[in-house]
């Protein structure tokens, strides 16, 4: 007569078996938030409900309703293997290898800075005192988003100019 696996054998490979198929599925939604020294590479994104800001494989930045583009940096085709960094500088910026291809041109001091997704669709750089310092203006509903002007602070505009940046000044 063959001997059955032991407890602790079966709870092992229930446990292996969990975890094998935790890593083969997608998690239901993902981070919206890309702190300082973090980074985005080619086809990973923030996601927030219907929102999604990914770094394209071929090099375009973009922020998605849905399907429907609202927002982008315009560069794709410009490199290839691009990947976008929340610098410690507070500047957002997109690689490919060391050569930047577009930036927030957000530097400041060193910080905690953080990049966020919104709820109400923005995509907005914050400083380690949570004040906005660059958004891309995409933000809809009845949410009313105030950019704090700092010195040499940046705020992206939406619709035609999406890729224009403008200096706020206090």
């Given at each position: ?30 981070a919206n938030r890309l ?58 910026v997109i690689y490919s ?25 923005n995509v907005v750089i ?45």
């Amino acid at each position: 007569m063959a001997s059955s696996p032991s407890s602790p054998t079966i709870l092992l490979l229930l446990l292996s078996a969990t975890a094998l198929f935790s890593l083969l599925t997608t998690p239901a939604s993902a981070a919206n938030r890309l702190n300082a020294g973090q980074s985005l590479g080619p086809g990973q994104s923030l996601a927030q409900g219907p929102y999604l800001f990914i770094m394209q494989p071929d090099c375009n930045l973009v922020l998605y309703d849905n399907i429907r583009a609202v927002w982008a940096t315009g560069t794709n085709g410009r490199a290839f293997g691009c990947v976008l960094k929340m610098q410690t500088d507070g500047n957002l910026v997109i690689y490919s290898g060391s050569r930047v291809i577009w930036a927030s041109n957000t530097s400041r001091q060193i910080g905690n800075y953080y990049l966020l997704l919104q709820r109400d669709r923005n995509v907005v750089i914050y400083d380690s005192a949570n004040n906005a310092i660059w958004a891309t203006g995409t933000n809809v509903g009845n949410t009313a988003v105030v950019v704090i002007p700092h010195s040499n602070g940046t705020a992206a505009a939406s619709g035609a100019a999406q890729n224009k940046v403008k200096e706020l000044h206090p």
